[in-house]
């Protein structure tokens, strides 16, 4: 069983004892929810290492956790499935207020191992405006992952699509 994820009211700031330079905060970053927008995370890894990517859905405005869930995997370009059920995909429904999903990436030499925090670059958020024939206005926001090794961030990824 894995360890649980950080408490979401940790504030994200940079460890800077021992850290790298440049170093993301050890509680992960966060992409904003939009008001009634659906939507879906998903996570891949592509590392001999294992990978563990904990994600937690928050209210906004209260800071409550609402609901949090672990990916694991490892291997070359290979989805990494939710620990409680195996599914390759979390989702999550629209709902009036703001909520913020965080997530935090680690890594280890085996499933049983110590894991560790990776790197973890700031997400990248892209928004697509409706247009014709397709009326749904979507953002996409990538989380990308180094286990310490290559610089290469794409050891662990995950990805929330939005939409409306």
Do not use: C
């Not at 021992?18 to 992960?28: Q, R, V």
């Not at 370009?77 to 913020?100: D, H, I, Q, Y």
């Amino acid at each position: 069983m894995s360890a649980p994820a950080p408490p979401s009211t940790e504030p994200t700031t940079p460890n800077t004892a021992a850290a790298a330079p440049n170093a993301s905060p050890t509680t992960g970053y966060t992409v904003e929810i939009k008001p009634n927008f659906r939507g879906a995370v998903r996570a891949t890894t592509n590392s001999s290492g294992f990978q563990r990517a904990t994600f937690t859905l928050i209210d906004k405005a209260s800071g409550r956790e609402i609901a949090s869930s672990i990916f694991i995997g490892h291997g070359a370009r290979s989805p990494m499935t939710l620990e409680s059920n195996g599914a390759p995909v979390w989702k999550f429904v629209g709902r009036p207020e703001t909520r913020l999903v965080k997530v935090f990436i680690e890594h280890a030499g085996s499933p049983n191992g110590k894991f560790t925090p990776s790197k973890l670059a700031k997400p990248v958020t892209i928004k697509k405006e409706p247009d014709d024939g397709h009326n749904e206005e979507y953002y996409f926001s990538v989380f990308l992952s180094e286990d310490w090794t290559d610089n290469d961030y794409d050891d662990g990824v995950v990805t929330i699509t939005q939409w409306k």
